[in-house]
């Protein structure tokens, strides 16, 4: 009998794990700093090419429109990193801003993934 409830202990604890988990990385601002922290580890740990999944196919870069490719030679990791704030974008709605000191990073959704498409030191202007 105290086996049985020690499974049934597991399995709720599992669900509701696995329930929270979903929640949790559904809201916007959640998904969006998961996004900047695997665009970042991966430029730290790996090689860049993991990032390049979530980057827009061109990426705005401090006014300057490149591919994907050309953001992933010319992006420098910041020096230090910083509490992040994550917000709606100002100009979309739909898109949310991720700001770290003074650089803000602009995602969009593509499907269930937030993709990196502007990254300047002033304010959002996508459209």
């Not at 998904?31 to 790996?46: D, E, K, M, N």
């Not at 990791?77 to 700001?99: F, K, M, N, Q």
Request: aromatic content about 12%; overall charge positive.
């Amino acid at each position: 009998m105290a086996g049985k409830i020690v499974i049934v202990a597991i399995f709720t604890v599992g669900i509701g794990a696995g329930l929270f988990a979903t929640i949790y990385w559904s809201r916007p601002q959640n998904a969006v700093a998961g996004s900047f922290t695997q665009i970042h580890t991966a430029f730290l740990r790996g090689p860049k090419e993991q990032a390049k999944r979530l980057l827009a196919p061109q990426v705005v870069m401090d006014r300057r429109p490149l591919t994907a490719d050309e953001f992933l030679a010319a992006y420098v990791l910041p020096p230090d990193a910083d509490t992040i704030e994550v917000t709606p974008c100002p100009s979309t709605p739909s898109h949310w801003v991720l700001r770290m000191k003074d650089r803000r990073y602009c995602f969009f959704r593509e499907g269930k993934t937030w993709k990196l498409h502007w990254v300047e030191s002033d304010v959002c202007r996508c459209r």
